[in-house]
């Protein structure tokens, strides 16, 4: 196999993989942000967010823009950017093009969330977690390199602990979630 016939193709697998990777970290960090308890180092945390979830938008984007000049596929245009309407696994490949679009649309609210509102932007923000996990389901479905040990192993360094980090999360929630009507405390 000739690199140079393959060049596409393999700029859109690198550029999935490490938006994989990318979004993972930025889920963890996110949610290390959004703890209850102080955090050390909270402004940098928050810098590193940023950058991660910056980066992942540039990797999404390349990884589907790549893909128009692979000689294989030929997703034409309204494969990478239209759901569901790509010939190569439409399931997989739409649930991946809406988790990119999400993502991006939640991770660029970041910047007028003066705007909307802090209260709103957190509560439109935990959707992340919604399209993160499409994005892992369109790795699976659509990744030629899902069953591979090397990628099962990398990936999981950084996928398993950001969706034991939202695990927690959502059992704190469900846990301590207030069992009928509120009664407000008298002070």
Same mark, same amino acid.
């Given at each position: ?45 928050? *810098? ?6 910056? %980066?992942? !938008?540039?990797? #999404?984007?390349?990884? /589907? &823009? $790549?893909? +128009? @000049? ?14 569901? *309407? ?6 997989? %490949?739409? !649930?991946?093009? #809406?988790?990119?679009? /999400? &993502? $991006?649309? +939640? @991770? ?33 479905? $659509? ?45």
């Amino acid at each position: 196999m000739i690199a140079g016939e393959h060049i596409f193709w393999i700029t859109s697998r690198a550029a999935g993989g490490a938006a994989l990777l990318l979004a993972s970290a930025a889920v963890a960090v996110g949610l290390m942000l959004s703890a209850k308890k102080p955090v050390a180092g909270k402004n940098d945390l928050r *810098a590193i967010h940023e950058a991660l979830s910056l %980066t992942t !938008l540039a990797m #999404v984007a390349l990884h /589907g &823009l $790549a893909l +128009l @000049g692979d000689s294989y596929l030929h997703p034409g245009l309204s494969g990478i950017a239209i759901p569901f *309407a790509g010939a190569y696994r439409p399931l997989w %490949t739409g !649930l991946g093009i #809406v988790g990119g679009y /999400g &993502l $991006a649309a +939640l @991770g660029l609210t970041y910047y007028v969330r003066d705007r909307i509102g802090s209260a709103r932007w957190r509560k439109l923000h935990r959707f992340t977690a919604v399209f993160w996990v499409m994005a892992i389901v369109h790795t699976i479905g $659509a990744g030629s390199d899902a069953a591979q040990l090397w990628f099962l192993l990398i990936s999981g360094v950084v996928v398993l602990p950001a969706a034991a980090l939202l695990s927690l999360r959502w059992l704190d929630r469900w846990w301590n979630a207030p069992v009928g009507p509120r009664v407000p405390d008298r002070a």
